[in-house]
T-cell receptor
């Protein structure tokens, strides 16, 4: 069974540009989460989808971040315009419906904003 | 104050040693607790859940003390392959994971 996949693995952009990260959860997983780790800090929650609905977006840092999950399958996280402090590793995780315990993480997207 | 606090280490131990990691959490409403393992530049992977009764998985033993809001992980007979960062994680009432900063373990030959 394929795990959580994320694309791209790395992205280097300049301040002010737009970047879109993609996450494909494990097939059949209704719960999809975005987390990020900025340099020197712990991994922090961004938001949680249940199917196509945003269940909790309390961790989104500001309105430059937009997450979507149309059709309840893959999700995208767009940063527009990117700022220097957005640099970090963005992880996606998924879990089965009703099974909130084990969240399986993708390999992450390493974002560098210059 | 961080919601989940861990000693960052590193813990540098010889093969075969027993090593213990501790963690405290501040939110008494946290529902579930976990230890995740993260290798360098890789994603976190679930090592084990943590229960009040204590649970063991091979060389790994985890314990939760809700009264003191304290979590522990014991690794016996350390292997070189145990070298990694160990993340203490709490799940809050809205099912999001709250991560500690991680404790780095180096097992030397």
């Amino acid at each position: 069974e394929a795990g959580v996949t994320q694309f791209p693995s790395h992205s280097v952009i300049e301040k002010g540009q737009t970047v879109t990260l993609r996450c494909d959860p494990i097939s059949g997983h209704d719960n999809l989460y975005w987390y990020r780790r900025v340099m020197g800090k712990e991994i922090k929650f961004l938001l949680h989808f249940v199917k196509e609905s945003k269940q909790d977006e309390s961790g989104m840092p500001n309105n430059r971040f937009l997450a979507e999950r149309t059709g309840g399958t893959y999700s995208t996280l767009k940063v527009q315009p990117a700022e220097l402090e957005d640099s970090g590793v963005y992880f996606c995780a998924s879990s089965q419906e009703g099974s909130y315990n084990e969240q399986f993480f993708g390999p992450g997207t390493r974002l560098t904003v210059l | 104050r961080k919601e989940v606090e861990q000693d960052p280490g590193p813990f540098n131990v010889p093969e075969g040693a027993t090593v213990a990691f501790n963690c405290t959490y501040s939110n008494s409403a946290s529902q579930s607790f976990f230890w995740y393992r993260q290798d360098c530049r890789k994603e976190p992977k679930l090592l084990m859940s943590v229960y009040s009764s204590g649970n063991e998985d091979g060389r790994f033993t985890a314990q939760l003390n809700r009264a003191s809001q304290y979590i522990s992980l014991l690794i016996r007979d350390s292997k070189l392959s145990d070298s990694a960062t160990y993340l203490c994680v709490a799940m809050d009432s809205s099912y999001k994971l709250i991560f500690g900063s991680g404790t780095r373990l180096l097992v030397r030959p």
